[in-house]
């Protein structure tokens, strides 16, 4: 779709609590991009939404969402898991992407919704989640996610455990479907209390959001 520029931002903690039914959420939603959200209700599945007008679909149960509509912000939310980014000309997308998703096929799903808006070259960005040094994972467990995964998801933490590579996981999923991964912006949620959160290094409650939009 030519004239059309797509848009997209990880946010960190200066940015607020971006979890669904945090206090205030909707003004801090318009303060970053003052257009129709759609947020969802994530489940660690594989649906993905399809935003036809802006804000259709805001809190269905789904861990993806895609359009090629100017003016609709699509969001997910996380503080471990991953938020990816899809880019491509004329359509854009969000995923929300922990194992459990990942072994569900998210990523190629959400891939295939943005063909399915005519996108032929998808790229992907990766946001801020946990990185292998910190997320200890049970060897069995972690072996059950490699049969789905490739053996690339076997990480190792700092202090020499098992441990999940969940930028590794999304990059392999998404090589599986002809997509490039950028991982430049994703930092270490575990690792970096100051900026973002992080569900399993501190029980935190807020979110941090990968948001896209078309205008
Ligand atoms: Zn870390």
Redesign the pocket.
């Known amino acids: 779709m030519p004239g059309r520029t797509s848009h997209h931002r990880f946010t960190t903690r200066a940015d607020g609590d971006l979890a669904v039914g945090a206090v205030g959420v909707a003004g801090r939603r318009s303060a970053l991009v003052d257009l129709p959200w759609t947020w969802l209700d994530q489940v660690h599945g594989a649906d993905v939404v399809t935003v036809t007008r802006p804000g259709e679909h805001a809190g269905a149960a789904a861990d993806a969402a895609v359009t090629a509509v100017p003016g609709a912000v699509v969001a997910v939310q996380a503080a471990d898991c991953a938020p990816v980014v899809l880019l491509a000309e004329g359509a854009v997308g969000v995923v929300h992407a922990g194992w459990r998703g990942l072994v569900a096929g998210v990523l190629p799903a959400a891939v295939g919704a943005m063909r399915a808006l005519g996108a032929d070259r998808v790229q992907g960005l990766l946001g801020p989640c946990?990185?292998a040094?910190?997320y200890e994972f049970g060897e069995a467990d972690l072996a059950e996610v490699a049969t789905g995964l490739g053996a690339a998801v076997v990480g190792r933490t700092a202090s020499g455990a098992p441990g999940m590579d969940v930028p590794a996981a999304v990059r392999a999923c998404l090589a599986g479907v002809d997509v490039s991964l950028d991982t430049s912006s994703s930092t270490?949620?575990?690792?970096r209390p100051d900026a973002l959160w992080s569900h399993r290094a501190r029980a935190d409650s807020g979110r941090q959001a990968a948001l896209a939009w078309l205008t």
Do not use: F, R, Y
């Open positions: 946990i990185h040094g910190c270490c949620t575990a690792c």
